[in-house]
């Protein structure tokens, strides 16, 4: 069956837009099935950097339609101003849809998003201030407005929908936060103009992507962030709202799971993660400032810096299993070129006992000690590589030992931010 998932095996940022572009090369539909503007995926290609927020990485190869599925929250001005952006800069873009069942980020949700994190203070989850968080909790309670909801025709739904909403946000508003209430006729009138500008855009996309995959098409699902975000199996509470999981890129995409023959995980050949919460591989010497300014580890939407650390395995063979990747990419590499030794994370420490798994209580996660394999480094410039012959030994020795602790093969090697900086391992090679 010809359905890949591209999803993130660690804390988001592993390089997912990379790789996703270059599969994209012989796909003809990209699907983005979570996530939100929240998500930033750069791709390198000869016509400069593009930094995608919604749309999906497929976008730059005018053959490849690429649909932003029902499992995302869309803030229209936001995708219409990625939209107009990319048209300026790249001539020969691919097809784009969007689901009329996707969940719509109205303008209250990013001031949700700021005055909830103002009010954890110390205890804030470090979210991206889009409104993804107060969007998806309005999907769950049953009260969000769809992309379906703005278009020509729908206002007196949404007129209803707004009427029974407003005044909930707005006693927050006013007597919680202390701000300013929202108008209800402002944000109609906002939302109608969104949704003509939106409509050329609108289809049924789990019938379209249904559709496609009964033709044969090659089907890419790319999900946005990690699954150490994930709601149920990350680091909850310093999590993302929905779903990174393969299973929640089915969900998002309007696939099924017996229709999905391959699932990537890109994983970073060390460890990134923006926002608060556990990172027990976290590095706060030199070599996590020499890491973070050589892999430029700054939000590809927020600017923010990036917390660095080393590749730790026991979160990795984790998402491996949860996910049922069947291979992985693993990305930027040549960032540990100049590095002496490098270590990788086998284990967990906490108390007397030795964890193989994250813990449940956050707690716990925040206290354990990384056990550590410390591997030479190989001090070779590895951005040239074009096959994994070309590798110095104790680089190949890196990458087979985290094939080993995680259980499936690594088939394709970042090495650079270029297309062609990809080094693959096919079938043959790994044998
Ligand atoms: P939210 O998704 O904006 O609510 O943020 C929740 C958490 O997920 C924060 O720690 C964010 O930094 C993190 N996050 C959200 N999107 C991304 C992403 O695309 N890459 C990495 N981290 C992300």
Redo the contacts with the bound molecule.
């Keep these: 069956m010809p359905v890949t998932i591209v999803l993130?095996g660690q804390?988001?940022?592993e390089g997912k837009g990379k790789i996703t572009d270059a599969l994209a090369a012989s796909a003809d539909l990209v699907v983005r099935p979570n996530?939100?503007t929240?998500?930033?995926?750069t791709v390198v290609t000869d016509d400069g950097v593009f930094k995608l927020h919604v749309i999906p990485s497929g976008i730059l190869y005018p053959h490849c339609t690429c649909v932003i599925g029902a499992g995302v929250a869309v803030s229209p001005p936001d995708l219409l101003r990625e939209i107009a952006t990319l048209r300026e800069r790249h001539p020969r873009l691919g097809q784009l849809y969007l689901s009329d069942r996707a969940h719509v980020i109205m303008p209250y949700h990013p001031l949700l998003?700021l005055y909830e994190e103002q009010r954890r203070g110390a205890a804030g989850?470090?979210?991206?201030?889009?409104?993804?968080?107060p969007a998806?909790t309005d999907k769950v309670a049953r009260r969000g407005i769809r992309i379906a909801d703005l278009l020509p025709g729908a206002e007196p739904l949404l007129r209803r929908k707004l009427e029974i909403l407003l005044p909930e946000k707005n006693v927050l508003f006013v007597h919680l936060y202390r701000q300013q209430p929202v108008d209800l006729e402002a944000i109609l009138e906002e939302a109608g103009r969104w949704g003509e500008q939106l409509l050329p855009y609108v289809i049924q996309a789990e019938v379209f992507v249904q559709d496609a995959i009964a033709a044969g098409k090659h089907v890419i699902v790319e999900a946005?962030?990690?699954t150490m975000?994930d709601l149920d199996y990350g680091t909850y509470p310093?999590?993302?709202?929905?779903p990174p999981t393969a299973a929640g890129a089915c969900q998002g995409a309007g696939i099924a799971p017996t229709q999905v023959d391959r699932v990537i995980g890109v994983f970073k050949a060390y460890t990134?993660?923006?926002?608060?919460?556990p990172f027990p591989t976290e590095l706060h010497d030199e070599v996590g400032q020499l890491l973070r300014e050589r892999g430029r580890e700054y939000?590809?939407?927020?600017g923010?810096p990036?917390r660095v650390g080393w590749f730790d395995a026991v979160a990795a063979r984790y998402t491996v299993r949860l996910n049922g990747m069947t291979e992985a990419a693993l990305t930027k590499l040549d960032m540990l070129d100049p590095l002496p030794e490098i270590r990788i994370c086998t284990g967990y420490r906490l108390g007397a006992e030795v964890l193989t798994a994250p813990p449940a209580r956050i707690d716990q996660y925040e206290a354990v000690e990384p056990i550590y394999e410390v591997l030479p480094g190989w001090r070779t410039d590895t951005s040239r590589a074009t096959s994994f012959a070309d590798f110095p030994p104790e680089a190949r020795r890196y990458v087979e030992r985290i094939e080993e602790l995680i259980g499936i093969p690594i088939t394709m090697i970042g090495v650079g931010p270029a297309r062609r900086q990809i080094v693959w391992r096919h079938a043959e090679a790994l044998a």
Excluded: C, E, K, P
């Excluded at 939000?299 to 927020?302: D, F, K, N």
């Design positions: 993130g804390w988001g940022d996530g939100s929240n998500a930033g995926h998003d989850i470090g979210t991206t201030l889009r409104g993804n968080g998806f946005a962030q990690g975000l310093y999590v993302t709202s929905s990134t993660r923006v926002g608060a919460g939000g590809t939407t927020t923010r990036r």
